[in-house]
């Protein structure tokens, strides 16, 4: 563990010293984010009304478009000669998010990152390839200094150039990858097209990934094309980037830091509190971020949090598993599918590749159509009946998702690679 002293706390230490730093944090962002003393003063609320946790649902939301409308600089609560960085995350929308950050909150960003580095085990001695984008995305510069804090050796590869990341991974002897699950199995691939035997070629331990939503089948063939352990990590841009929440050995949750957030889930239609272990929208307050406090931010992930103690000794909240977001759900004729959940089916699947995509439209009534590739051995095989595995694909599918889909069998390779985040989904009745 990076900071065991803050990592092994017990819950009641936990919770009072996040009352503690909530009751500042409501002063701080009431007395220097405009933004805010206007929010309470609309809610009828004054900073001191918030004394712990529990009287959390008297303060409002602030939500994405809250920091659009405050484009270019943010919800700011210094002045802008105090911000040291800043990032941004593009959006769907056309108007970018931007955060910011001041020094001490690049530091405490760094000790999160450090400590998710740690948190599955690895430590000083590792070498680790961060293939995360360095730029205006949080992924590359957030795993960079977390990594070097940490005393690991960091190689900054960034994205892309496939072939280059493959001969660095084996002629470095890196011990950890640093990338989007989506592009960790597009390596796994192209690394047998170029003739590695990655079990044997590389000294692979370590995979942390994170920046999309991936399956525990996703999980599985990760592991065992590249014969390492691989890790979930959470976040977003507005709360620093990643390093909100880890996973440790036990790949059993994500492990939240709430030293530095208060995390709740709420009911996405109606706005109220769940109760832990109730599926809901995350949402988070950061209770000690200088440049740009968010109180009750909703982040439109769906997740299921557990208090339980971690066979791993930490007793942080966990998430187990985010399992998509309310704005990636597919409402198709009334029925809601989310793209994870087919996900789990296609990978299940032996006959399949690693690579899909969910086509969307409507002709009178809404279609789904799923392109998926054949594995390279099933692609080859003569006696391979189409017919016969659509049905099985399709009679596992109905089961989870309700609606029938139609299924098109592609040729290996025929779906375009991202190096970033994948994109799975093209709802045609969006254009
Ligand atoms: O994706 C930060 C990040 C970088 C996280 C590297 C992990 C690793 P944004 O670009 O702002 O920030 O996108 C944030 O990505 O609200 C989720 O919907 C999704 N997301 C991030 N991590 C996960 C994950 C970065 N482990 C948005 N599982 C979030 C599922 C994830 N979704």
Same mark, same amino acid.
């Given at each position: ?333 009334? +029925?809601? $599918?989310?793209?994870?959940? &087919? *996900?789990?089916?296609?990978? #299940? /699947?032996? %006959? ?47 089961? +989870?998702? $309700?609606?029938?889909?139609? &299924? *098109?069998?592609?040729?290996? #390779? /025929?779906? %375009? ?15």
């Amino acid at each position: 563990m990076f900071e065991p002293e803050i990592e092994k706390m017990k819950p009641e230490a936990i919770a009072k010293l996040q009352n503690e730093r909530l009751k500042k944090m409501m002063r701080y962002a009431y007395e220097n984010v405009p933004f805010y003393k206007k929010k309470f003063k609309e809610a009828n609320i004054e900073p001191d009304d918030i004394k712990s946790s529990e009287d959390m649902h008297k303060v409002p939301f602030t939500v994405k478009n809250d920091l659009r409308d405050h484009y270019p600089y943010g919800i700011l609560a210094v002045p802008r000669e105090d911000i040291v960085r800043f990032h941004s995350s593009s959006g769907t929308t056309g108007i970018p998010t931007v955060v910011g950050y001041t020094r001490k909150d690049l530091e405490t960003w760094s000790r999160l990152m450090a400590r998710t580095i740690a948190c599955p085990g690895v430590k000083k001695g590792d070498i680790m390839q961060n293939i995360y984008g360095y730029g205006l995305f949080t992924g590359g510069l957030g795993f960079h200094y977390g990594a070097e804090l940490l005393g690991v050796s960091v190689i900054p590869t960034s994205t892309g150039n496939t072939k280059r990341q493959l001969k660095i991974m084996k002629d470095m002897k890196t011990t950890v990858i640093a990338c989007t699950p989506s592009y960790a199995l597009y390596l796994s691939e192209a690394a047998i097209d170029e003739g590695y035997k990655p079990k044997e070629d590389f000294n692979l331990k370590y995979g942390l990934f994170g920046a999309e939503a991936w399956s525990e089948e996703a999980r599985k063939k990760i592991q065992d094309n590249l014969g390492l352990g691989a890790y979930d990590c959470y976040g977003l841009s507005e709360l620093y980037g990643p390093g909100v929440a880890m996973e440790c050995q036990h790949q059993n949750g994500l492990h939240i830091w709430t030293d530095e957030f208060l995390v709740e889930t709420i009911d996405p239609e109606t706005g109220e509190v769940l109760e832990p272990g109730k599926r809901g929208e995350l949402v988070f307050t950061m209770l000690t971020r200088e440049a740009m406090p968010l109180l009750r931010y909703r982040t439109r992930d769906l997740a299921t949090l557990s208090q339980e103690e971690c066979e791993c000794g930490r007793y942080h909240t966990r998430i187990m598993r985010v399992s998509g977001r309310s704005d990636d759900m597919l409402i198709i004729g009334g +029925v809601n $599918v989310f793209p994870s959940q &087919i *996900e789990e089916v296609l990978f #299940k /699947t032996p %006959e399949l590749g690693d690579q899909y995509q969910i086509y969307v439209d409507r002709k009178k009534l809404d279609r789904m159509t799923i392109k998926v590739e054949l594995s390279p051995e099933a692609w080859v095989d003569k006696d391979l009946d189409k017919g016969a595995l659509i049905k099985r694909i399709l009679d596992e599918l109905v089961s +989870v998702i $309700v609606i029938k889909p139609k &299924i *098109e069998l592609l040729e290996p #390779k /025929t779906i %375009e690679r991202s190096v970033g985040k994948a994109v799975r989904v093209v709802d045609l009745r969006k254009s």
